[in-house]
């Protein structure tokens, strides 16, 4: 079977035994060995987000769990500050207002992190129940130093919750959940976990499901309490995404026995090469420089360089990248090095792109 290979934001390459792991029969969702392939992949979560706490899984993507961060962590008539730095931090922002919370946007130019300073200068003097920050923008290439903002509010702002989205980057860089004292960090299956889609994960504190207790209107499906009743007994409210469990039963064991300090310094090397690719190439990064992504590098395009023919000339070779995300199609471009890619897929990745500059 011809197949293209993906180095795409999402979803990416699954290894061949990670989706034969999906073929396994079925097993009734109410079943002891349920229970116990539900406690193993949660404990092998706990170890990839680094936290002692629980680890929530659903059946949706990770906007899902978005969704799930504002209607179990704000209050009503209280205030979530959304800090917007890209498309993915402005999609947040979207879910805040969609679930009817009272939503502030914090707009910082794109392809710039979040800063302390700027989280510092966007709450002064107000209450806030929550912020909202992505780790790793997706579609700038920008990482955010969320240790450092959950440092400024532990000191300043100790009553706001801090949610980080990290759908691009668990797995991939470094993020111990309990350590930069994150209230929620979540996730996809389908990016650096390089799992087929269709799961979401979220690290979850103490402290949110104490705040959640006191939100009216957390809906059914992605209330937290609902799923800590259930989860402390390795089971879920609803019925579960079975056969992508026993792929992220597999995966995660791979990750863990790679270890996670050898998984996120391979995604370190291989964003090195990308990005010294494209600068030895003539092209610009988009991200700010000291705050560019492990997992994707967003590349500014140069005139004369048509995307839809380099794309077209990757294609004919079984290779494939992806266009710029919204306002940034055709203005830049991005290689995803995030998942299981070995340098070697990489360094053939940059030699055909070589080949197609040359040309
Ligand atoms: C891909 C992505 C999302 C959206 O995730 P879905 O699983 O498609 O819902 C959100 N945030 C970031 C940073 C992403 O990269």
Redesign the pocket.
Known sequence: MSHTKLFI??PVEVRPEILQAQTAPMIGHRSSDCDALIARVEEKLKQVFMTQHRVYILAS????L?EAAMRNGVREGRRVANFVNGA?SL?WHEVAAGCGKQAVRCDLPWGQPVRPADVDAALAGGVWDAITV?H???STGATSPVDEIAALLRQKYPDTLLFV?A??SIAGDWIPTDAWGLDICLC?S??ALAMP?GL?FAAVSDRVLARAQEVTGRGWYFDFLELERYLVKSTTPATPAISLLRAADRQLSDILAEGMPARVARHRRLAEMTQQWALQHGFGLFAAEGHRSQTVTCIENIPGLDYASLSKFLKARGLAISNGYGALKGKTWRIAHMGDVSEKEMQELLDALSEFVKS
């Open positions: 934001p999402g993507s990770g906007s899902g978005q993915f999609r992505v790793n923008e997706t989205d759908v691009s996809s389908q990016k889609p979401a």
